[in-house]
């Protein structure tokens, strides 16, 4: 402990490039994978194509395409850009699925009911099905900031700084505060995230809570 009180700051300002490593391309990912998902649900030939290929993209080795993100951006190796597109990529294979389920899990007659009321194609969307999916949606974003998270650790191998920095020098220089940190900060992060997404869920979903204080 007496490590981790002496590197506070250094832990804070790790822990903060974390966020920003973590948190740009969750975003990215779902403003992406919902029309991708969209798409898919819209298309019937399409589906297939797009959730087996987009769940490929998770099969790429993390520190290969770490790696090979400075050959298709043109950036350094140790640009952060790197990590944020790689990141994007692996949010959009998580999210696709789960937007496509979280869609397709619209009761039918709700959707022909907003038709019938007068609903364009895109008000129905934004009005009725997006918002019913958001707790599909949200699950699915949850595994993604965890799996983020963890996976930017990765990216110390390449020098891009963040709270992997700490298990690295750690586990190089046999340090057990700084390993410990390193994995509690981690943690910590994670649960953030959760935290947040379930909030954002909880505010976008009222009739949720409706429905839940009537059945009780």
Known sequence: MQWVLDHLGDISSLGLQHIWLSGVPLVLGLLISIPVGWLATR????????ITGSGLLY?????????LMPLVLGTSILSPLNVVVAMTIYTIALLVRSVVDGLTSVPEEVARSATAMGYTPARRFFGVDLPLAVPV????????????????????????????????????RDIAGELFAGVLASILLAIAFDVLIRLAEHTLTPWRRVQQGGGT
């Open 43 to 50: 298309t019937r030939w399409l589906r297939g194509i797009l």
């Open 59 to 67: 099969t790429i080795p993390s520190l290969a395409l770490f790696v």
């Open 137 to 172: 949606i949200a699950a699915g974003l949850r595994v993604a900031a965890v799996s983020s998270v963890s996976m930017i650790s990765i990216a110390s191998l390449i020098g891009v700084s963040q709270l992997g920095d700490l298990l690295v020098d750690g586990f190089n």
